[in-house]
């Protein structure tokens, strides 16, 4: 596609559900990065792919948090036992490749609140 | 570790120019890019400076010197589509890790 597509947009969830939300990167951008940003503050970042491989889980709030991506892709951001604190809008992004980090395009987001 | 430091707001009036400040400390740096972000809608990249100096973007410049740690945007004849959030972004620690400021909120006044 022309750019980063997410889904769902809007994710309304029970508290302790799980929730996959979806990144589908620009076509031919290896690295794909994924971020949390709650109301009125800066991005929080939460993993970095480059190709199949996450380098850096480093900003995974908790062992409830999990990604992956297949096929130098798609990219699911997984959040098991929701929880209220989870509420935010992610993003994702991706550039063409890890050498190009600076660059990134964003997708429009999934804003997610656990009620 | 890294951090940046933004100024949360800035109003300035349509036709103005405006200057949006970025201060960073970091164990290691690669460079510094800027992203605008209007209210409900996704950041979009606007500039990267790897080094020293100047960068001109159309009505957008971004400015870096990297002995005092510090970095600008300048907004020059602002329209009312200027007004949205503002982030620095920086490259340290690791080479393809991007580190955002908190934002800066611009807003444009007729």
């Known amino acids: 596609g022309a750019g980063v597509s997410q889904s769902p947009s809007n994710k309304v969830t029970e508290k302790g559900k799980d929730v996959e939300l979806r990144c589908d990167p620009i076509s031919g951008h290896t690295a794909l990065y994924w971020y949390r940003q709650r109301l009125g503050q800066g991005l929080e970042f939460l993993i970095y792919f480059q190709g199949n491989s996450a380098p850096d889980k480093s900003g995974l709030p908790s062992d409830r948090f999990s990604a992956e991506r297949t096929g130098e892709s798609v990219s699911t951001l997984t959040i098991q036992r929701t929880q209220q604190e989870d509420s935010a809008v992610y993003l994702c992004a991706s550039s063409l490749n890890d050498r190009n980090p600076y660059e990134q395009y964003f997708g429009p987001g999934t804003r997610l609140t656990v009620t | 570790g890294q951090s940046l430091e933004q100024p949360s707001e800035v109003t300035a009036v349509e036709g103005a120019i405006v200057q949006i400040n970025c201060t960073y400390q970091?164990?290691?740096?690669?460079?510094l890019s800027w992203y605008q972000q209007h209210d409900g809608g996704a950041p979009t990249f606007l500039s990267y400076?790897?080094?020293?100096g100047l960068e001109e973007t159309g009505r957008f410049s971004s400015f870096l010197s990297r002995s005092d740690s510090y970095g600008y945007l300048l907004l020059q004849e602002l329209q009312m589509k200027d007004s949205a959030s503002y982030f620095c972004?920086?490259?340290?620690?690791?080479?393809?890790?991007?580190?955002f400021g908190s934002g800066t909120r611009l807003l444009v006044r007729p």
């Open positions: 400076n790897a080094l020293d």
């Open positions: 972004a920086g490259l340290g620690d690791s080479s393809y890790k991007l580190i």
């Open positions: 970091t164990s290691g740096f690669y460079g």
